[in-house]
């Protein structure tokens, strides 16, 4: 059974600084890895997604992701945060030629300070 | 920029009672899913559905769930006799396509209620 790990409940950074929210995955197979992001009173939106080539991915908002298949990561980042990004951030796996339903992690909600 | 949405926002109900989510998703959307979050815990897949029926559902989605299109434009998600432990957020979604290396499209959640 696939799984995903966001280890920290909660994130803190200061506006400016850089900003990173950790997934780990498990699966059996190649993995298809999602991020997205819930502002307040809102759904969840895309940020950006891992399919294949190069290992860094860009997504919205000046985010960006790195797979590493190694450590079975996909780590969000941010070189400078802002305020408006504090929401709520979820990881999500789906399985190469596996279900099309992905497996979410719990969230991590990230506060970036003024 | 189009976006799902969903109706009411919050419902409180009393155990038993049965509840009615509703979902309105992206106009030319083709598959529609719904989500639950229990508080503190993952978002966990429900059900989805394609062409007026189910094509996939979890062990959560027993015979108490069903769900339901009935115009061209909603989506609604019924629980016939709640109970404490269904109380949660729960998410519509949306997608033009389906496949494992597609995004969903959702909307802002119910939050349910049962006391």
């Known amino acids: 059974a696939q799984s995903v790990a966001q280890p920290e409940d909660q994130v803190n950074v200061a506006e400016g600084n850089p900003l990173t929210v950790k997934c780990t995955y498990s699966?059996?197979?190649?993995?298809?890895l999602f991020w997205y992001v819930q502002y307040p009173n809102r759904g969840l939106q895309f940020l950006l997604k891992?399919?294949?080539?190069?290992?860094l991915v860009k997504g919205s908002y000046g985010f960006e992701a790195e797979f590493n298949k190694s450590q079975t990561s996909f780590h969000l980042k941010k070189p400078s945060a802002l305020v408006s990004d504090s929401a709520l951030y979820f990881c999500?796996?789906?399985?190469?030629?596996?279900?099309?339903?992905?497996?979410f992690g719990r969230g991590t909600s990230l506060i970036v300070h003024p | 920029e189009p976006e799902v949405t969903q109706t009411p926002s919050h419902q409180v109900t009393q155990m038993g009672q049965e509840v009615i989510l509703r979902c309105v998703p992206i106009s030319n959307h083709l598959y529609f899913y719904w989500y639950r979050q229990i508080l503190g815990q993952k978002v966990e897949f429900l059900v989805s559905?394609?062409?007026?029926?189910?094509?996939?559902k979890s062990e959560i989605f027993d015979d108490q769930f069903s769900v339901e299109r009935p115009d061209g434009s909603n989506f609604t998600l019924k629980i016939r006799s709640t109970k404490l432990e269904d109380s949660a957020m729960y998410f519509c979604a949306s997608s033009t396509r389906t496949g494992e290396y597609n995004e969903q499209f959702f909307g802002p959640g119910t939050r349910l209620t049962v006391l």
């Open positions: 559905f394609y062409n007026n029926e189910i094509s996939e």
């Open positions: 999500a796996v789906t399985l190469r030629g596996g279900s099309y339903i992905p497996t």
């Open positions: 699966v059996s197979g190649n993995p298809y």
């Open positions: 891992y399919i294949t080539g190069d290992n």
